[in-house]
């Protein structure tokens, strides 16, 4: 097993990565310090619930604790007030108090909305995050929590830092191919932003990595966690240095906005952003061989580069409008000096973005 702990005082907290950990879940908990007494909820998602929660309601029963269990339909549409709404029914119907847990088995889309269920509930309660994807490992970590609205993306939220993170790799072995791509965008990502040497280690193990080969994915996943850990233990609140994990993120998020968080997977859209993010940044001045080794990197990890012809620019301006990261009518981008390296660039001129937007839609696109 690889632990590798957030450093946040107080509110610190370990991430451990292995086989076999959702057995263990049970004691995990009495360990943490959640009493018998307080009932635990588990939200997870209606393709990983009928596979892996009766093994995770066993052992939290066979330590001796009453399990509720909200199992929600699959994919990012149930990011929303009314999934909330019936997640917190359940919870309330379940006598949760305010020594109770609640445990996300699943992706993302379990993680940000559990989260924000256990950030909410009576105030705040316990939250441990059981991430089921490779895309996960980075939502799992760091305490951000949401919903979507139907302008925006992760609009509805808090910060708020789970107890733990469990996470057990025998999970990803049932991953289809097109999830375990998406997945691999964000591990890049945390190469790309702040690892020169992992971000092209990632691009020479490309194929090991599709392959789901344990010795390739425990690195990489490792690397990946410890590199937001340090980010986040550095700036839990996004004052600062926290930003640069959103490289990718503000095209990314109004992509999955304008096609109606259906169309790409949350690291498909991503990682068009990273490309439109290194376009930009060859129009700010930097190297244009920063764009080319960013598709290079993503394409070998089976990710799409370009946007389709039918997305209107229109709309993916529209889209950024409703950010958390426009602030005052102006723009703001993670932009990559190099492979490895960013900068926060504030006061990005719309017609620039505009330019890019169009540029990735200059060759077409399978997707």
Not at 7 to 17: K, N, W
Not at 32 to 50: C, K, W
Not at 107 to 133: C, H
Not at 157 to 176: C, E, H, I, N
């Given at each position: 097993?690889?632990?590798?702990?957030?450093?946040?005082?107080?509110?610190?907290?370990?991430?451990?990565?292995?086989?076999?950990?959702?057995?263990?879940?049970?004691?995990?908990?009495?360990?943490?310090?959640?009493?018998?007494?307080?009932?635990?909820?588990v939200?997870?998602?209606?393709?990983?619930?009928?596979?892996?929660?009766?093994?995770?309601?066993?052992?939290?029963?066979?330590?001796?604790?009453?399990?509720?269990?909200?199992?929600?339909?699959?994919?990012?549409?149930?990011?929303?007030?009314?999934?909330?709404?019936?997640?917190?029914?359940?919870?309330?119907?379940?006598?949760?108090?305010?020594?109770?847990a609640?445990?996300?088995?699943?992706?993302?889309?379990?993680?940000?909305?559990a989260?924000?269920?256990?950030?909410?509930?009576?105030?705040?309660?316990?939250?441990?995050?059981?991430?089921?994807?490779?895309?996960?490992?980075?939502?799992?970590?760091?305490?951000?929590?949401?919903?979507?609205?139907?302008?925006a993306?992760?609009m509805?939220?808090?910060?708020?830092?789970?107890?733990?993170?469990?996470?057990?790799?025998?999970?990803?072995?049932?991953?289809?191919?097109?999830?375990?791509?998406?997945?691999?965008?964000?591990?890049?990502k945390?190469?790309?932003?702040?690892?020169?040497?992992?971000?092209?280690?990632?691009?020479?193990?490309?194929?090991?990595?599709?392959?789901?080969n344990?010795?390739?994915?425990?690195?990489?996943l490792e690397?990946?966690?410890?590199?937001?850990?340090?980010?986040?233990?550095?700036?839990?609140?996004?004052?600062?240095?926290?930003?640069?994990?959103?490289?990718?993120?503000?095209?990314?998020?109004?992509?999955?906005?304008?096609?109606?968080?259906?169309?790409?997977?949350h690291g498909e859209?991503?990682?068009?952003?990273?490309?439109?993010?290194?376009?930009?940044?060859?129009?700010?001045?930097?190297?244009?061989?920063?764009?080319?080794?960013?598709?290079?990197?993503?394409?070998?990890?089976?990710?799409?580069?370009?946007?389709?012809?039918?997305?209107?620019e229109?709309?993916l301006?529209?889209?950024?409008?409703?950010?958390?990261?426009?602030k005052?009518?102006?723009?703001?981008?993670?932009?990559?000096?190099s492979?490895?390296?960013?900068?926060?660039?504030?006061?990005?001129?719309?017609?620039?973005?505009?330019?890019?937007?169009?540029?990735?839609?200059?060759?077409?696109?399978?997707?």
């Amino acid at each position: 097993m690889r632990s590798i702990t957030v450093s946040l005082g107080e509110r610190s907290y370990p991430i451990h990565i292995g086989s076999g950990l959702l057995r263990e879940i049970g004691g995990r908990c009495v360990e943490a310090g959640f009493p018998l007494r307080s009932p635990i909820l588990v939200v997870s998602d209606s393709e990983v619930g009928p596979r892996y929660l009766p093994m995770v309601e066993a052992s939290l029963r066979e330590r001796g604790y009453t399990v509720v269990s909200h199992v929600i339909p699959a994919g990012e549409a149930s990011k929303s007030l009314a999934v909330y709404e019936e997640v917190i029914t359940t919870a309330i119907q379940a006598g949760l108090d305010r020594s109770s847990a609640v445990l996300a088995l699943g992706g993302g889309v379990v993680g940000d909305l559990a989260g924000f269920v256990a950030a909410s509930y009576m105030r705040g309660i316990g939250f441990i995050q059981m991430p089921t994807t490779i895309l996960a490992h980075d939502s799992s970590v760091g305490g951000k929590v949401a919903v979507n609205h139907p302008l925006a993306k992760n609009m509805i939220g808090a910060f708020y830092q789970p107890a733990m993170v469990l996470y057990d790799l025998d999970t990803l072995s049932t991953l289809p191919p097109r999830q375990v791509a998406s997945g691999l965008a964000e591990v890049v990502k945390h190469g790309l932003i702040l690892d020169r040497e992992f971000a092209y280690w990632c691009r020479g193990h490309a194929s090991e990595l599709l392959a789901l080969n344990p010795e390739a994915l425990g690195f990489a996943l490792e690397r990946g966690c410890a590199i937001k850990a340090a980010v986040v233990g550095n700036d839990e609140r996004e004052h600062g240095q926290r930003a640069i994990l959103n490289l990718g993120h503000t095209i990314g998020h109004a992509i999955e906005a304008v096609g109606g968080y259906g169309v790409f997977l949350h690291g498909e859209a991503i990682a068009i952003g990273m490309a439109g993010s290194a376009l930009l940044a060859a129009k700010l001045g930097r190297d244009q061989a920063i764009y080319e080794d960013t598709v290079s990197m993503l394409s070998a990890l089976s990710l799409p580069v370009r946007l389709p012809a039918q997305y209107s620019e229109d709309e993916l301006m529209e889209a950024m409008m409703h950010d958390k990261k426009f602030k005052e009518g102006k723009m703001t981008f993670v932009v990559p000096d190099s492979i490895g390296a960013v900068s926060i660039v504030n006061e990005v001129q719309q017609s620039a973005v505009r330019e890019v937007l169009a540029q990735l839609k200059k060759e077409g696109s399978p997707w």
